[in-house]
C-alpha cells in the first residue's frame, strides 16, 4: 500500500457538542469538498491515499465522525443519527464551506442524505449545494436487510473460506504477528470486493461496534425514499455492480433525488480502490461544475 501523506492542516472542531479531530489535504485557496467516511463508527484514514486524487485541485476536508476514529467518546455520550446530523451541520458552518459541496462514501453518503433532508425540512441549518455519493448505505432497513444476508453469503464462499483456513495454517500468527493481523483484516472485508485479493489495496480501519449498532438502532425501521423527493440538490450517486449493496438502493436513491446513477463494472463497494480511474472520472466531472 502506498503511505499515507500527513494533512496540510489537522485540528480539532470547536463548535461541535463534543471535539472532532479533522484534517485538511490539498491547496487551501481551491475549490473546497467535505469529505464524509462510511462506518458509522470507523475513521477517515481506510479513504486514503487513493481519496487524495480528488484534492490535486481543490481543497479535502475530512473528519473523524462521533465515536470513531480520533474523535472517541465514552459510552456516556449519545451517538446516533440525530448527533451526526448535528455534528456535520456545525462543521460545515465551521469550516464556512457554503456553498456546500458534500462527498459522502457508504455510511458517508447515508449521512450527507439524511443531513440534505433534516436542512430541507429547516431542522439543520446548512443546506447541501451538491452532493457526491458513492456506493451509499442502503437507504432502507429493507435493502439494508438484503446487504447484511449477501455480505454473510459472500463471506462464506467457497473461495474466502479456503482463504481463510489457509491464513490459520499457515503460522503466519507466530512468525509475524503484524502481517497476520494485515491479512485477517483482510479477509474481513473481502466480501466487500468483486474481486477478493483487491482487499490488499486498502487501508485497514477499525469500526467501534457499540458505536455502529447504536446509530442503525436509532435509525429503526427507515426508509428514506420519500423523504429524499423534497430534497433540492445537485447530487450524482456511484455504485459498484458487484456491490453487496443493493443496486435497487441506489437507484432509488437516484431516482427519488433526480440525480444520474453511475453503475462501475468489475467493482464492488470500494471504487477509489477497485476502479478508482473511472470513479474519479465522474468524479471529476460532476465536481468541475460546482
Not at 491547496?27 to 469529505?35: I, M, S, Y
Not at 462506518?39 to 477517515?44: F, K, L, N, Q
Not at 486524487?53 to 479535502?60: C, D, Q, S
Not at 449498532?213 to 428514506?224: A, K, N, P, R, T
Given at each position: 500500500?502506498?503511505?499515507i501523506?500527513?494533512?496540510?492542516e489537522?485540528?480539532r472542531?470547536?463548535?461541535t457538542?463534543v471535539?472532532?479531530?479533522?484534517c485538511?489535504?490539498g491547496?487551501?485557496?481551491?475549490?473546497?469538498?467535505?469529505?464524509l467516511?462510511g462506518?458509522?463508527?470507523?475513521?477517515?484514514d481506510?479513504?486514503?491515499?487513493?481519496?487524495l486524487?480528488?484534492?490535486?485541485?481543490?481543497?479535502?476536508i475530512?473528519y473523524?465522525q462521533r465515536?470513531g476514529?480520533?474523535?472517541?467518546v465514552?459510552a456516556?455520550?449519545?451517538?446516533?443519527w440525530?448527533?451526526h446530523?448535528?455534528?456535520?451541520?456545525?462543521?460545515?458552518?465551521?469550516?464556512?464551506?457554503?456553498?456546500?459541496?458534500?462527498?459522502?462514501?457508504?455510511?458517508?453518503a447515508?449521512?450527507?442524505?439524511?443531513?440534505a433532508?433534516e436542512?430541507?425540512?429547516?431542522?439543520?441549518?446548512n443546506?447541501?449545494?451538491?452532493m457526491?455519493?458513492?456506493?451509499?448505505g442502503p437507504?432502507?432497513?429493507?435493502y439494508?436487510?438484503?446487504?447484511?444476508?449477501?455480505?454473510?453469503?459472500?463471506?462464506?464462499?467457497?473461495?474466502?473460506?479456503?482463504l481463510?483456513?489457509?491464513?490459520a495454517a499457515?503460522g503466519?500468527?507466530e512468525?509475524?504477528?503484524?502481517?497476520?493481523?494485515?491479512?485477517?483484516?483482510?479477509l474481513?472485508?473481502?466480501?466487500y470486493f468483486?474481486?477478493p485479493?483487491?482487499?490488499?489495496?486498502?487501508?485497514p480501519?477499525r469500526?467501534v461496534?457499540r458505536v455502529?449498532?447504536?446509530?442503525?438502532?436509532?435509525?429503526?425501521?427507515?426508509?428514506?425514499t420519500?423523504?429524499?423527493?423534497s430534497?433540492?440538490?445537485?447530487?450524482l450517486?456511484?455504485?459498484g455492480?458487484d456491490d453487496?449493496?443493493?443496486?435497487a438502493?441506489?437507484?432509488?436513491a437516484?431516482?427519488?433525488?433526480?440525480a444520474?446513477?453511475?453503475v462501475?463494472?468489475?467493482?464492488?463497494?470500494v471504487?477509489?480502490?477497485e476502479?478508482?480511474s473511472?470513479?474519479f472520472?465522474v468524479?471529476e466531472a460532476?465536481?468541475e461544475?460546482d
Open positions: 500500500m502506498r503511505p501523506p500527513p494533512p496540510r489537522a485540528g472542531t470547536t463548535t457538542e471535539p472532532l479531530y479533522w485538511a489535504y491547496p487551501a485557496a481551491a475549490q473546497r469538498a467535505l469529505v467516511h462506518g458509522p463508527g470507523a475513521s477517515h481506510y479513504l486514503l491515499p487513493q481519496m486524487e480528488l484534492a490535486r485541485g481543490r481543497e479535502l475530512f473523524d465515536g476514529g480520533r474523535s472517541r465514552d456516556s455520550v449519545t451517538v446516533d440525530r448527533a446530523v448535528a455534528d456535520l451541520d456545525r462543521a460545515i458552518a465551521e469550516f464556512a464551506l457554503q456553498p456546500v459541496t458534500v462527498i459522502g462514501y457508504s455510511w458517508g447515508l449521512l450527507a442524505m439524511l443531513h433532508i436542512a430541507g425540512a429547516g431542522r439543520a441549518a443546506r447541501p449545494e451538491s457526491l455519493l458513492i456506493d451509499p437507504i432502507s432497513r429493507k439494508r436487510a438484503e446487504f447484511e444476508s449477501e455480505f454473510q453469503r459472500r463471506q462464506a464462499a467457497p473461495e474466502i473460506r479456503a481463510r483456513d489457509e491464513l499457515s503466519l500468527r512468525r509475524d504477528p503484524e502481517a497476520y493481523r494485515q491479512r485477517a483484516f483482510e474481513s472485508v473481502a466480501a468483486a474481486d485479493r483487491a482487499a490488499r489495496d486498502l487501508t480501519f469500526v461496534g455502529q449498532q447504536s446509530v442503525w438502532e436509532s435509525l429503526g425501521d427507515y426508509d428514506l420519500p423523504q429524499l423527493a430534497v433540492r440538490c445537485r447530487a450517486v456511484v455504485h455492480r453487496p449493496i443493493p443496486l438502493s441506489s437507484d432509488a437516484a431516482r427519488a433525488l433526480g444520474r446513477l453511475v462501475l463494472n468489475r467493482c464492488g463497494h471504487p477509489y480502490v476502479q478508482p473511472a470513479l472520472e468524479a460532476f465536481l461544475q
